[in-house]
């Protein structure tokens, strides 16, 4: 498994443990230079999205993997997370389907995320 596909897969089981919801990974590395892969998720609130984001630092960081950056603020309802080839949405539900990422970067290939869930 890539770097990168280890970082996607951390990603989807923190955001899983806070209860995120619709979670999906697009690999976007033959569409775009931006990254290989996108990592989306819808929360129910604004404290769920802050859950879900320190959570993913968290996991990332104990393996080794630092965000560069992130974008978004205590009371966002969008959270972006920037680890270089992997990025992280985190979303409020609305958010969600008014940026709907899914269908801008429908060019990509969605991800089967089951077998990141598994313990």
């Known amino acids: 498994m890539s770097r990168e596909l280890e970082m996607a897969k951390l990603a989807c089981r923190a955001l ?3 209860k995120g919801k619709d979670i999906k990974v697009i690999d976007i590395h033959e569409v775009s230079v931006i990254a290989d892969y996108f990592v989306i998720a819808s929360a129910s609130n604004q404290n769920q999205v ?7 630092d968290e996991t990332l960081g104990r393996a080794g ?55």
């Open 50 to 56: 802050q859950a879900m984001v320190d959570n993913v």
């Open 16 to 18: 899983d443990e806070k």
């Open 65 to 119: 993997f630092e965000a560069k950056q992130i974008e978004g603020t205590r009371n966002s309802s969008w959270v972006l997370m920037d680890y270089g080839d992997m990025i992280v949405h985190v979303f409020d539900e609305e958010n969600r389907l008014f940026y709907d990422l899914e269908r801008i970067w429908r060019d990509g290939k969605e991800l089967d995320i089951s077998e990141f869930l598994e313990k």
